[in-house]
């Protein structure tokens, strides 16, 4: 074949004329330590705190496994590895991407389960997100913020009526394991099925089985539809259990900016504590007091103060959090439940002593608060359970004089025992069994007002138990008012009088 000359030549002069110059530059470095989830990196100079660098290697399903740099120190960079950590080896690649974690978010994410990352892993294909938004973000200011004075309502009576949460409030749950903490944040996300609240639970250092019987029961009530499950599981890294909670506020965040109300339960931060601690150690950070590293206060400071309600200007939406803490033999003055403590807006103190008694919720009026008060709490609950938190305390330290012989008490702190006594029974609620606002008051109208004084304290829960069905039968329309005003006008409180009459004249206790 003859070499043609002119098309040789041609070809050249294209490359010449099209020949790019330009120096592109990227910052290099490569891994020299790795193990645990966590990578030491030499030679990214120019690598920025929280930014997303990039390993040379792709996971399973062809992405660049990615890392977020948390520690830069003179010669080398420590990262938490957000991906396959099995993938990085000694002399991987690694360049920066200029770019900060970030998860997606929106209404593609309702009634699906994703990981830390906001990837599926409930098997329903992709999430069509159409927006990102970056897991640490400045919480909003002290102007942007609007006073919290509208109840969310979580459909436990002992909660509405004495520890009241208000949208974009802060509360606490606080209390040893196993004693009802989870099921009361369950609760309260069931109890949103039928409003306009978003709920988001976030689930960290739990068992996997765990957190797929918590799923099975949000489906069962139909909750699942308006709610988001983010699970960093037991199993996983430390550095995936550290970062879920972010990820959660990020999602959270998206519906406060589009004017909507979300509930977020973070369960439970003593976990997230324990793998922040986990990945500072193996970041040699230096060990403070309990082995965790001098920032673990701002851990938690900054994720919670991104619970707001906000002006119109920012979206005129709320997140309210529900962050869970778990204490070892109910020390509330141990090193991380005081910090939270601190940050939050007060807390449900669930008492183990009470959880023993057959009290669930295992509520302590005494030392759970709610600072926002009755501010957040509806006229109708304000007018009903006003006392109610008074008696129940006062009626606890009667108890233990009580003890040793009624005979000689007067006929006023016999009846305080004999009342108080009913009320604690009426405040015990199932689980899975939220109550409206209009039932929860007619039952504590009934209970507070005396007419439960001559009912068995054994047949109260019975009682409560017809009274609703007896309620739902002839007088709808009155806890629908109830429930839908929030107020308990004088004729709806005559009207509750009477069927409250009508009923215990119609069955014999």
């Known amino acids: 074949m003859a070499v043609r000359a002119e098309e040789i030549a041609s070809i050249l002069r294209e490359q010449i004329e099209n020949f790019d110059a330009t120096a592109t530059s990227a910052n290099v470095g490569t891994v020299i330590e790795t193990g645990d989830g966590i990578a030491r990196i030499h030679g990214l100079g120019e690598c920025l705190t929280s930014e997303l660098i990039e390993f040379n290697v792709t996971d399973d399903q062809g992405r660049p496994v990615r890392a977020l740099a948390l520690n830069l120190e003179e010669e080398t960079v420590g990262a938490i590895i957000m991906g396959d950590p099995t993938l990085i080896k000694e002399g991987t690649e690694v360049r920066t991407t200029g770019l900060v974690a970030s998860v997606p978010v929106g209404e593609a994410l309702l009634g699906r389960v994703v990981n830390g990352l906001g990837d599926p892993i409930d098997g329903k294909g992709p999430v069509a997100a159409s927006e990102h938004y970056p897991m640490e973000r400045i919480a909003p200011g002290v102007v942007d913020r609007v006073e919290v004075n509208q109840p969310l309502q979580t459909g436990i009576k002992a909660i509405d009526a004495m520890i009241p949460l208000g949208r974009g409030q802060r509360e606490l749950i606080i209390g040893d394991r196993s004693i009802g903490k989870s099921a009361i944040a369950i609760d309260a996300i069931i109890n949103q099925r039928n409003s306009d609240v978003i709920c988001i639970y976030v689930a960290i250092g739990q068992k996997e089985s765990k957190v797929a019987q918590t799923v099975g029961v949000l489906e069962q009530f139909g909750a699942m539809d308006h709610t988001i499950v983010v699970s960093a599981s037991a199993s996983e890294s430390a550095a995936l259990q550290y970062l879920a909670p972010y990820a959660g506020a990020a999602m959270s965040e998206y519906f406060m900016a589009h004017g909507r109300d979300v509930l977020i339960i973070y369960d439970d931060l003593t976990k997230h504590a324990w793998a922040y ?227 215990k004249g119609a069955v014999a206790y």
């Not at 604690?424 to 007002?449: D, N």
């Open 277 to 503: 601690r986990e990945v500072s150690l193996l970041l040699r950070r230096p060990p403070g007091r309990e082995a965790y590293p001098g920032d673990v206060f701002y851990l938690h400071s900054r994720l919670l103060e991104r619970s707001a309600r906000v002006t119109e200007e920012f979206g005129g939406g709320s997140v309210t959090a529900l962050p869970v803490i778990e204490t070892q033999a109910g020390d509330v003055s141990a090193y991380i439940p005081t910090n939270v403590i601190s940050i939050t807006d007060g807390q449900i103190f669930l008492e183990l002593d009470l959880f023993n008694q057959g009290i669930r919720p295992a509520t302590n009026p005494g030392i759970s608060v709610s600072r926002v008060g009755g501010k957040a709490q509806t006229k109708a609950m304000k007018k009903v359970a006003g006392t109610l938190r008074i008696d129940l305390s006062q009626y606890r330290e009667l108890q233990a004089f009580a003890q040793f012989g009624t005979e000689d008490l007067d006929p006023a702190t016999r009846r305080q025992l004999n009342r108080g006594a009913r009320l604690t029974e009426l405040l015990k609620q199932p689980q899975f069994q939220p109550l409206s606002l209009g039932q929860q008051v007619a039952i504590l109208y009934a209970g507070v007002s005396g007419y439960l004084d001559d009912v068995p304290v054994e047949k109260v829960l019975d009682f409560e138990k017809a009274f609703h069905e007896y309620m739902a039968g002839g007088n709808q329309d009155l806890l629908n008012r109830i429930t839908t005003s929030g107020d308990l006008p004088e004729e709806d409180e005559e009207a509750l009088k009477q069927a409250i009459l009508d009923f």
